[in-house]
């Protein structure tokens, strides 16, 4: 799976120089269209002047002209405007004040320095919202939010690419925004020093001669090399003993999130695809339990009544911007393997043409990926980048699979288990025990394969995750999974298959009874094994403990904890 599918470069000063681009550059350009890549121009320069001056715009997929105002087509020579044309009056007041030469553009507005600030002068006069960008000498006049990272942006929206998977080159101010909207930023040799600071490469060679450096690099190893420098774009797990800040790179790692039910690992998982979207990854999550129903700004495929369309899911994927929620709830689990091969399958063919999804989120992974399956067969030796497996048991997957994971986050109260099975499972040594163990919610993390492990509490995310909450607070849970009010002898069989039902019956039934299984801790015992709700396993842990407390008093007390947690019905 390659990083950078799109290559994005400015004209003027980059891969221009005097308005000429050298014939060694043009061909460093054709390389990239024919490695499969996209090249996007994005310049100041009027559309028409462009035209005449460079007559290979059919090299590039795309071109943002006039700083983000249009976007061509070279390919059907269509153009599209992304603003409004310049406001009546704007070009008049300028020359009033002395300004001259002037440019027209189709939205832009340009002229020289020094007459800046005649130019805004003209601005505030005519009450506009338009603001001035400079490209070294020169001084643009643009519609409000429109630059040359909203106009990068367009090109990749019809172009279906995320600018995460985009190299951007350029040298001058008005490059800024297009830098920093690009995961990867490249100044070139000539570039202005303040465009050299923020960038996180600058060429040795100026112009054409750097972006041929650039080329190179993309084209033999995806710039690799440069990932160690790319942590402003690095997610934050957690912080760890010393209050030190943890961080996980968006890019070239897989992590398995395991330990028993209960323990945190779904608000960790949740967490962490919550932070990858607010950063613009996309992520696609296999929910085979219909756990991330209400995952805020995901689209969510399939119910307990619908299994999901796979042409849907890619549907959906197809909008760089969009992350999915893939519910299995509605498929028999008899077809869960050969569906999840199939999305596995398409799902590589999308990341080789896209990148995307970034994540690729399998929750019950051990399910999913189990030990007897061929990672070959399912597709999965291209696309080893970017999973977030979820599971209980590290060592009931396969081990291909295992073998690629180079994060592993132990949660619970006995992370050295985990850990060990893992490291069994891998044939590979366990890591040394950190200085801290974790409590609920709390992790061992451990980056491979090498590295001590060490303690972290995540960041928790913004709507706390609560497995199964619909299902089990109204749903049918199944038999096996029930709570059963049998009483002190045994002469009850009273099921309750949801909370409702438990709250329900635990009212009526006498207070012997009652108080039997609050003594025996078949309600905590039922809490944390089968609603797997470790807080509420442990608020009736502390009612259950406390002396005195009668039968109306301990069941009022639960039935307030429970329709605390999951809004019951009166």
């Known amino acids: 799976m390659l990083r950078y599918l799109a290559l994005a470069v400015d004209f003027d000063g980059t891969i221009a120089r005097d308005g000429v681009v050298e014939a060694s550059t043009i061909e460093a350009l054709a390389r990239v269209r024919q490695h499969g890549r996209r090249l996007i121009l994005v310049t100041g320069r009027q559309l028409d002047d462009l035209i005449s001056s460079f007559p290979r715009l059919d090299l590039f997929d795309r071109v ?60 505030q006069e005519l009450g506009l919202e338009h603001h001035i960008v400079f490209n070294k000498g020169a001084v643009m006049v643009l519609p409000p939010s429109i630059n040359k990272a909203t106009g990068l942006a367009a090109a990749l929206a019809e172009l279906e690419l995320s600018p995460h998977n985009v190299v951007a080159v350029g040298d001058a101010e008005n490059d800024h925004a297009m830098l920093q909207l690009a995961e990867c930023a490249v100044a070139v040799g000539n570039a202005l020093p303040i465009v050299k600071a923020h960038a996180d490469l600058v060429t040795i060679g100026d112009h054409g001669t750097g972006v041929r450096e650039v080329i190179d690099q993309l084209l033999t190893e995806d710039l690799a090399a440069l990932a160690p420098r790319l942590q402003r774009h690095e997610v934050l797990v957690g912080r760890g003993e010393a209050g030190e800040i943890v961080t996980l790179p968006p890019f070239g790692v897989n992590v398995l999130v395991a330990g028993p039910s209960g323990c945190g690992k779904s608000t960790l998982a949740t967490g962490l695809l919550e932070r990858f979207a607010d950063r ?56 869960r393997p050969a569906y999840f091969a199939r999305l596995l399958k398409a799902l590589q ?50 081990p291909a699979v295992l073998q690629q994971v180079n994060v592993v986050v132990a949660v619970g109260d006995e992370p050295e288990q985990t850990l060990a099975a893992f490291a069994a499972a891998v ?24 590295g001590s492990a060490f303690w ?5 995310p913004r709507a706390a995750h609560r497995r199964h909450q619909r299902k089990y607070a109204r749903g049918e849970i ?23 039902l438990f709250v329900q019956i635990g009212a009526g039934v006498d207070d012997e009874t009652w108080l039997f299984h609050l003594k025996e801790g078949d309600y905590t015992r039922w809490f944390r094994q089968v609603i797997k709700d470790e807080s509420l396993t442990h608020e009736t842990e502390q009612i259950a403990a406390r002396p005195g407390l009668s039968a109306a008093e301990s069941r009022a007390l639960i039935q307030a904890a429970i329709e605390r947690r999951y809004t019951l019905p009166a």
Not at 361 to 383: F, I, K, R
């Open 64 to 123: 943002v002209a006039e700083d983000g105002g249009v976007l061509y087509r070279p390919a059907t020579r269509e153009e599209r405007l992304l603003a409004e044309p310049p406001p009546d009056g704007l070009v008049a007041a300028m020359r009033a004040r002395g300004v001259e030469p002037i440019s027209v553009g189709r939205v832009i507005v340009a002229t020289w320095r020094p007459h800046e600030a005649a130019t805004l002068a003209a601005i």
């Open 280 to 335: 613009g990854y996309q992520f696609c999550l296999v929910d085979p339990e219909g756990d991330y129903e209400d995952f805020a700004g995901a689209i969510v495929v399939g119910d307990n009544q619908r299994p999901p369309p796979a042409a849907e899911v890619l549907q959906i994927l197809g909008h760089p911007s969009q992350s999915v929620v893939i519910n299995l709830l509605g498929l028999p689990n008899a077809d």
């Open 349 to 398: 063919e999308l990341r080789t043409r896209t990148g995307r999804p970034h994540w690729i989120a399998v929750d019950e992974a051990h399910y999913q990926l189990p030990v007897e399956w061929n990672a070959d067969a399912l597709g999965l030796s291209g696309m080893m980048h970017g999973l977030l497996l979820v599971t209980v048991h590290p060592n009931h997957l396969a």
């Open 427 to 450: 044939g590979a040594p366990a890591p040394a025990a950190p200085s801290l163990w974790p409590g609920w919610g709390e992790a061992v993390v451990w980056r491979r394969p090498a």
């Open 456 to 460: 972290v509490r995540p960041v928790l």
């Open 478 to 500: 199944g038999p096996w999974q029930s709570f059963y009010f049998r009483g002190p002898e045994g002469k009850l069989n009273l099921r309750a298959q949801n909370l409702a």
